[in-house]
């Protein structure tokens, strides 16, 4: 039986030794034997394999509505943005707006790629470039809603609605859902327009219309609810009128980011628990909109909210 070549393994080195076990084992298989090919993600299933997450030159950059004083909605979001970071291993920041320029414009000119934005600023995006809302905040009772509500001044003759024809009022921002939406259709239904009003004006936040009712410039005010209970309990507010209960705010994504870091956003801020293990984590969230975290939302759930909108105008260019 011909056994074949024999070779003196001790008349080699041991790096030529490796080189000769190449060799023979490359030998010892047959050409016609096809190659095998493995296919990592046929192994996996369809929801456990992402595409990589193109990532801008430094950061995911998330933006705001303003809500609290500057350095407090800063302070909030930043927090968030570091845990996003954290939870997603993506990098993430916070874009500031310039004074007077809306979030809405710097969501649709690419300027930011997610958004912490009332209804109204999500309607008017999604109607001009087709943002997408991500998750919508649940309040303090978790529920997926929130209300607007009419304050006067503590000791205001004013008891009802009807009351304020021939008074001052202060609105939030002009895209606020809370401070400006809601109110309007809150009044409408007492019988009110702006032309009832001796004065009206807008704020740039719902900080600075409660203190233009707390002090008295202003004979009324529309407020979120959060602040307005919280003042009210305070002594410092009255609360006229609380409105029924609508699809809360949340985060939205600009149209040009990709979908699988939309996605891990989503999942994301799906796991957040503001009150339990990621409070720390958190800069005083339960002054938030959405002091319970968030559940998943939908264009659809604001179609009330949008015709409202389109009715007074809110959605034109």
């Known amino acids: 039986m ?4 024999s070779i003196d393994l001790a008349r080699y080195t041991p790096g ?12 010892a298989c047959s050409p016609e034997q096809p190659a095998l090919s493995v296919s ?8 456990e394999v992402y595409a990589p997450a193109p990532t801008p030159t430094a950061c995911w950059r998330l933006g705001f509505d303003r809500r609290l004083e500057p350095k407090e909605d800063v302070r909030q979001v930043a927090s968030l943005a570091r845990w996003l970071q954290q939870t997603t291993g993506l990098p993430w920041c916070v874009q500031v707006a310039v004074p007077g320029e809306a979030l809405l ?33 649940l309040n303090s009772a978790g529920e997926d809603v929130y209300r607007a509500a009419i304050v006067v001044p503590v000791h205001s003759s004013i008891t009802a609605l009807a009351d ?16 400006h939406l809601i109110p309007r259709l809150m009044l409408q239904e007492a019988g009110l327009t702006l032309n009832d ?6 704020n740039e936040s719902h900080a600075a219309t409660a203190k233009a009712v707390t ?4 004979d009324a005010g529309a407020l979120q609810d959060t602040l307005a209970f919280n003042l009210a309990e305070r002594g410092l507010v009255r609360i006229l009128a609380v409105s029924e209960p609508y699809p809360s705010s949340g985060i939205v994504a600009a149209p040009d980011v990709p979908p699988q870091t ?19 984590a958190l800069h005083h969230w339960e002054r938030s909109e959405m002091p319970c975290g968030f559940v998943r939302a939908n264009d659809g759930d604001y179609q009330r909210l949008r015709e409202l909108a389109a009715t007074i105008g809110l959605l034109e260019p």
């Open 2 to 5: 011909n056994q074949g070549p």
């Open 16 to 27: 030529i030794l490796l080189i000769l076990l190449a060799f023979l084992l490359m030998s």
């Open 40 to 47: 990592l993600e046929g192994r996996l299933l369809a929801h």
């Open 105 to 137: 414009d710097q969501l649709c000119r690419g300027e930011v790629d997610f958004a912490v934005m009332g209804t109204v600023s999500y309607l008017k995006a999604h109607h001009r470039c087709g943002a997408q809302i991500v998750v919508r905040g």
């Open 164 to 179: 304020l024809r021939g008074r001052s009022f202060a609105f939030g921002a002009p895209t606020s859902t809370q401070g």
């Open 197 to 202: 009003f001796r004065i009206f004006t807008f």
């Open 215 to 218: 002090s008295g410039r202003y």
């Open 262 to 280: 939309v996605r891990l956003a989503q999942e994301a801020l799906l796991r957040l628990n503001p009150q339990g293990a990621d409070a720390h």
